[in-house]
């Protein structure tokens, strides 16, 4: 029985010391994050936006990102991929008087749905210019300033930026599970891109060289795959030294979340469908981290209730004393601050989000969009 209550505070202790590792060694490199002053892209620049079904979205939005201050101008290529709502007549209608935006319209035959990295391979390839920066089109640019920071990040040997989509501030419950659930991921990609191991960045907010996607021929190794536009390329194209990130809240994009639950377990359900195809390297970082979230809570409550309950608090002590120093720190560099105050609570709900989507690793991909 004391070898059982021994083993259980051991348990306790090595779980704690990873998650407190993660905090200290990777997550600290976002939260300390100093940027480098940088000059403007010394050229123009392809915005690429692609969308299916999105006339309410590309009505709204187009007039914001041709709002972009870029001094080396810029063209907004909008990929329609076989629209069935007014889409087409949207953007004939805004492409009149609007030199800078460039429609492309794409019929597919059979009407086959599979996923964005056809339409986005379509616009990239008729992309003009070397430099490309890819959003949604339910994205709007946080300010007019978001073009020229994100690539003002592309410094000699940088290739590909990683950025920030922030999702809309709303009262309720899921709008903070949803934003905190953001900024958790984007804790990961953007703090193991700062220690050398890029794996991952999202389409919301992205920017790479074109000559590095023919580079790596495209999304041919993944084109059986419906998801991994953003993720999976990057994986595949991201290293330590061509990967920079881009954090200022002038750079980030802004999207409206979920407003149901059930709207919102589909959206990550069908994120998650990819993680499975990550680099070996990668998983066991990340399944690692994950592994630790998952049995901190159980350990901790056992162990206070079935054996050393002071071991116990001092694990819960030193780990959440370096969560909240760390967390605290970078929800206020990525324009987060409201969520300092739900940090442990969120902490807590990340062992019921990992029970309610540990499903998606085996779940068979939709080829949707």
Known sequence: MQLASDLLSYALVAVGSVLTGYYLYFFSRLAFFRPKAAASLNEPLSIIVC??????HLENNIPKWLQQQLKNGFELVVVNDQSEDDTRQILQWLARNEPNLRPIHIERKGNERIGKKYPLSIGIREARHAHLLLTDADCVPASDLWAAKMTSAFTHGI??????????????????????????????????ALAGVPYMGVGRNLSYKKELFFKHKGFASISHIPGGDD??????????????VMIDADAHTISVPEQTWKNWRRQKTRHYSTSKYYKPAHQLLLGLYSLGQFLFYPLLFSTLILSHWQAACVVLLIKSMAQYIIFSKAMRKLNESDLIKWIFFMDLWMFVYYLMFAGTLWKKEKKTW
């Open 159 to 192: 290739d590909i930026v990683l950025g920030y989509g922030a999702y809309e501030k709303h009262p309720g419950l899921l709008n903070k599970l949803i934003r905190f659930e953001t900024f958790h991921s984007a804790l990961q990609y953007l703090s193991y």
């Open 231 to 244: 993720d999976l390329f990057i994986s595949k194209a991201a290293t330590a030294s061509n990967t920079a």
């Open 51 to 56: 969308g299916r079904n999105e006339q309410f």
